[in-house]
């Protein structure tokens, strides 16, 4: 039988799985940065033969770009990545608008619930937030 390390390399070495071994070199090129450098990679891709780096915050992006000749050379190490030029850019995540989130708690659904349930509290504070639920739920 079989290890699983012969299996992996196996597919490793078929052609339709020749990005793996792209995506392999890029996580080592990442691993072999200095810590303060590695921090601020989201992650990295290939395009063109330009390297690109997704970066976390724009002071990482002036930080890599004072080191993009000795990243180029790390990069260029590696024969089998075909880079000839690094890029770095900043990925800015969407955050809602606080208009949006209104307009979301305007809109209406169709109540399931038909108000139908037997309230058994004996606290008198529970039994009316119960029967405040329902008058909620039975209004049109």
């Not at 992996?8 to 793996?20: G, Q, T």
């Not at 395009?47 to 690109?52: C, P, S, V």
């Not at 993009?68 to 790390?74: G, R």
């Amino acid at each position: 039988m079989k290890k699983l390390n012969d299996i992996i390399s196996h597919f490793k070495n078929l052609p339709e799985f020749n990005r793996l071994d792209t995506f392999t070199y890029i996580r080592k090129l990442i691993d072999i940065l200095p810590p303060r450098l590695k921090q601020g990679v989201k992650f990295a891709y290939i395009k063109n033969e330009t390297l690109f780096f997704v970066l976390n915050h724009p002071l990482y992006k002036k930080e890599f770009e004072t080191n993009a000749n000795d990243i180029l050379s790390l990069a260029k190490k590696y024969e089998v990545l075909n880079v000839n030029e690094i890029k770095f850019f900043v990925s800015h995540t969407t955050i809602k608008n606080k208009e949006e989130d209104d307009t979301f708690e305007d809109e209406k659904y169709k109540e399931r619930s038909y108000g139908i349930f037997e309230n058994h509290l004996s606290d008198e504070k529970l039994y009316k937030k119960f029967e405040n639920i329902r008058n909620i739920i039975k209004k049109p």
